[in-house]
């Protein structure tokens, strides 16, 4: 990408990911992280750009991501840098919605992820596609079936400790489960590849 021309990177192919990630932890040597990183930057701004659906927004987004994993990457054990980057990237977006308070209709996913060409969701395997839609589908939902799905699918619990958490009565809680799934499974369809 233009906007990250500071990157000089050495791009050593004679070593597979996983002996350059073993190098970084060793040494911390910025120009190692930086030749992991490039390849996947377009992927990075792609999910970032999905969620914020902002173009200067996404920009720093993939930035403030390489300077995340700058640490995060001397600590962790990775087996599959970019599946684990993807979700890296995600989980940034996701925090900074959720630090502006933003909830994301069914309607903006649909228009969001059609936006992309297919080549586009080449960058992608199947299962984080499935992810993604569902994160940004769980948000459009009502605020009581998200909780009752949360508790429900998420935390394994009963209507009856859903019931005891939450205050709705056993009916509200299957109606709020119930309703949920059906709204969640609309939202996903609308989005295909699901």
């Known amino acids: 990408m233009r906007f990250l021309k500071w990157f000089q990177v050495r791009n050593d192919s004679s070593f597979s990911e996983a002996e350059q990630l073993a190098a970084y932890r060793r040494t911390g040597d910025m120009q190692l992280l930086g030749a992991?990183?490039?390849p996947y930057m377009e992927m990075v701004y792609a999910v970032c750009y999905t969620y914020l659906r902002e173009e200067n927004e996404s920009?720093?987004?993939v930035m403030q991501i390489f300077e995340k994993i700058v640490t995060d990457l001397r600590t962790h054990e990775v087996d599959n840098f970019k599946s684990w980057l993807h979700t890296v990237a995600r989980n940034f977006c996701l925090m900074q919605i959720r630090k502006k308070k933003v909830f994301v209709t069914a309607e903006e996913v649909s228009e969001n992820l059609s936006g992309f060409a297919d080549e586009d969701y080449e960058l992608y395997d199947n299962a984080d596609l499935k992810r993604t839609a569902l994160d940004i589908c769980m948000k459009a939902l009502a605020k009581e079936?998200?909780?009752?799905?949360e508790l429900f699918y998420m935390q394994e619990k009963c209507y009856r400790e859903i019931?005891?958490?939450?205050?709705f009565d056993l009916n509200k809680v299957k109606?709020?489960?119930?309703?949920g799934k059906r709204n969640l499974k609309i939202c996903m369809d609308k989005n295909g590849r699901a």
């Open 59 to 61: 920009k720093d987004a």
């Open 163 to 167: 019931s005891a958490e939450t205050g």
């Open 36 to 38: 992991l990183y490039q």
């Open 145 to 149: 079936q998200r909780a009752a799905i």
């Open 175 to 179: 109606s709020c489960i119930q309703n």
